[in-house]
C-alpha cells in the first residue's frame, strides 16, 4: 500500500484486529482448526478492506491516512464495546493454538517454524506481486497517478486490489497474534500500532521489501536490548521511547525515504 503504491494509509491494525478476532471467535465458538481459522481472517479482512476502500480511496493524501486512522479508530471502538461478541475490554482468554498430529505449538521455538513460514510465504507472494508488470502498474500510480491514468490503466482498481492484498495479509498477521497469546483485547490494536506499523516501513526504506524487514527490525528489538542494561523499569521505558523518537528524527533529517527506499512521501 504504502511504499510501492504511495497510499498514504494507517488502518492495518483494523485489519489485524479484524482477523485476530475472527479466527478466535471461529475457535473458541465453533472449534474450528486454527489452520482455517487463518485463512478465515485473512479473507475477513480482506472484505473489510474492500468494503473501506471503495470510499475511502477517493480521497488522497492527508485525507487518505485521516480515512484510515478513523476506520482504525471505528474498528477499535467496535471490538470494545460489542461485548456481546468480543467481551469488550475483558478480552477473549484460552484461544487454542495451533497443532500438528495432536501435538499443540506453544512454545517459542515451535511457533518460530510457523512464523517463519509465514513470513516466506508472504514474502514471496508480495515479491511476486511486486515484480510483475502489475508492480509496474502500481509504482506508476505512486510516481504519477494521471499519466497512469491517461495510458488506459483502471487506476481506481488497481488501488482497490492493492487495499485488498494488504488487509489480507494484516489479517493473517492478526490471526497468528491471537493464537500465540492466546489472549485478545481491543488495547492489542490501538491506533497506535497502525502508526508503528507505519513507521517500521517509513525507517526500513519503501519501495523495497527488503526496507521493511530492516524497519520491523530495528525498530523492535533495537529498544528491547535496554531491558539488559540493568536500568530500573521507570528508566527503561521512557529511555526506550526517547531512543525511538531520536532515530526516526535523525533519520527524516539525513535520509528521509528511509534506510533502503527508494520513495518518499
Same mark, same amino acid.
Given at each position: 500500500?504504502?511504499?510501492?503504491?504511495?497510499?498514504?494509509?494507517?488502518?492495518?491494525?483494523?485489519?489485524?484486529?479484524?482477523?485476530?478476532?475472527?479466527?478466535?471467535?471461529?475457535?473458541?465458538?465453533?472449534?474450528?482448526?486454527?489452520?482455517?481459522?487463518?485463512?478465515?481472517?485473512?479473507?475477513?479482512?480482506?472484505?473489510?478492506?474492500?468494503?473501506?476502500?471503495?470510499?475511502?480511496?477517493?480521497?488522497? =493524501?492527508?485525507?487518505?491516512?485521516?480515512?484510515?486512522?478513523?476506520?482504525?479508530?471505528?474498528?477499535?471502538?467496535?471490538?470494545?464495546?460489542?461485548?456481546?461478541?468480543?467481551?469488550?475490554?475483558?478480552?477473549?482468554?484460552?484461544?487454542?493454538?495451533?497443532?500438528?498430529?495432536?501435538?499443540?505449538?506453544?512454545?517459542?521455538?515451535?511457533?518460530?517454524?510457523?512464523?517463519?513460514?509465514?513470513?516466506?510465504?508472504?514474502?514471496?507472494?508480495?515479491?511476486?506481486?511486486?515484480?510483475?508488470?502489475?508492480?509496474?502498474?502500481?509504482?506508476?500510480?505512486?510516481?504519477?497517478?494521471?499519466?497512469?491514468?491517461?495510458?488506459?490503466?483502471?487506476?481506481?482498481?488497481?488501488?482497490?486490489?492493492?487495499?485488498?492484498?494488504?488487509?489480507?495479509?494484516?489479517?493473517?498477521?492478526?490471526?497468528?497474534?491471537?493464537?500465540?497469546?492466546?489472549?485478545?483485547?481491543?488495547?492489542?490494536?490501538?491506533?497506535?500500532?497502525?502508526?508503528?506499523?507505519?513507521?517500521?516501513?517509513?525507517?526500513? =526504506?519503501?519501495?523495497?521489501?527488503?526496507?521493511?524487514?530492516?524497519?520491523?527490525?530495528?525498530?523492535?528489538?533495537?529498544?528491547?536490548?535496554?531491558?539488559?542494561?540493568?536500568?530500573?523499569?521507570?528508566?527503561?521505558?521512557?529511555?526506550?521511547?526517547?531512543?525511538?523518537?531520536?532515530?526516526?528524527?535523525?533519520?527524516?533529517?539525513?535520509?528521509?525515504?528511509?534506510?533502503?527506499?527508494?520513495?518518499?512521501?
Amino acid at each position: 500500500m504504502v511504499g510501492y503504491t504511495g497510499l498514504a494509509a494507517l488502518g492495518h491494525a483494523a485489519f489485524s484486529c479484524v482477523g485476530a478476532y475472527v479466527s478466535a471467535l471461529l475457535a473458541l465458538n465453533y472449534g474450528i482448526s486454527p489452520w482455517l481459522g487463518i485463512i478465515a481472517a485473512a479473507s475477513g479482512a480482506a472484505l473489510v478492506g474492500t468494503a473501506i476502500a471503495i470510499p475511502a480511496l477517493r480521497l488522497r =493524501g492527508d485525507y487518505l491516512a485521516l480515512a484510515t486512522l478513523g476506520f482504525a479508530a471505528i474498528v477499535y471502538s467496535i471490538a470494545k464495546n460489542w461485548a456481546d461478541i468480543t467481551r469488550g475490554p475483558l478480552g477473549l482468554p484460552g484461544i487454542p493454538s495451533f497443532t500438528v498430529l495432536g501435538y499443540s505449538l506453544t512454545g517459542g521455538w515451535s511457533f518460530l517454524l510457523i512464523l517463519t513460514s509465514a513470513i516466506l510465504l508472504t514474502t514471496l507472494v508480495i515479491d511476486r506481486i511486486v515484480t510483475s508488470p502489475f508492480g509496474l502498474i502500481l509504482r506508476g500510480i505512486r510516481e504519477e497517478e494521471i499519466a497512469t491514468f491517461t495510458m488506459g490503466k483502471n487506476v481506481k482498481r488497481f488501488k482497490i486490489t492493492v487495499f485488498v492484498v494488504g488487509a489480507f495479509f494484516a489479517g493473517a498477521a492478526g490471526s497468528l497474534y491471537a493464537h500465540y497469546t492466546s489472549f485478545i483485547d481491543p488495547s492489542s490494536f490501538t491506533i497506535m500500532e497502525s502508526i508503528t506499523i507505519l513507521l517500521m516501513v517509513v525507517f526500513g =526504506g519503501m519501495g523495497t521489501l527488503r526496507g521493511s524487514f530492516i524497519g520491523a527490525i530495528t525498530l523492535v528489538v533495537l529498544p528491547e536490548l535496554l531491558r539488559f542494561v540493568g536500568l530500573p523499569s521507570s528508566v527503561a521505558a521512557p529511555l526506550r521511547q526517547m531512543i525511538y523518537g531520536l532515530l526516526l528524527v535523525i533519520l527524516m533529517i539525513k535520509r528521509p525515504q528511509g534506510i533502503f527506499g527508494k520513495y518518499r512521501f
